[in-house]
């Protein structure tokens, strides 16, 4: 199954969809780490502990990933054969990703209720506050959307320059 993965995304798409593995866990940790003294459970140990040993997995999977042979093609997000275009921009539209990841965390763990009352009471500082995270969302979006747009032209000119050989 390893094999046929990273034959499918190469090596570098083989570790970066791996690491949900220990992802996955780690935000269930930091997600619940904060509710945990008002519940009194464990259970942020709990998942901090599965990542942590998930995170230990990957690692033993990565240093094994270099053994495993790759059918030699063009893969999308390998970074030894990824041109400095495509590079610049899967790295721009992965910092928009994680900008919008962590815009959509805080708005998940945030009470809201007191903008919106504020805002409903006629307050111009909790409006202006409400636009200007409205717009930091839209330029997350907005640039997420543009950067893959490059990234995806630049992987499509290296396709083009590799068959043209």
Known sequence: MIQRLADRFG???FAALASVIWAVPM???AGSSDLSPYDKTAYPWVALGIGVVMLVVWIVLL?????????PRQHRFDLAQMSAAEKRWTLVAFVFLAGLI????AAAT????????SIRAGKIG???????LLVFLAAFAIGLGL?????SAA??????????R
Not at 63 to 71: A, D, F, Q, W
């Open 102 to 105: 962590a815009w959509l965390n």
């Open 27 to 29: 935000a269930a940790w």
């Open 126 to 132: 909790p409006l202006l506050l409400a636009v200007v």
């Open 63 to 71: 240093t094994r990933l270099r053994t495993v042979p790759v059918t």
């Open 155 to 164: 992987f499509k000119a290296r396709l083009d320059g590799a068959s043209a």
């Open 11 to 13: 090596r570098t798409g």
């Open 147 to 151: 950067s893959w747009r490059k990234a």
């Open 110 to 117: 945030v009470d809201w209720g007191p903008l919106f009352s």
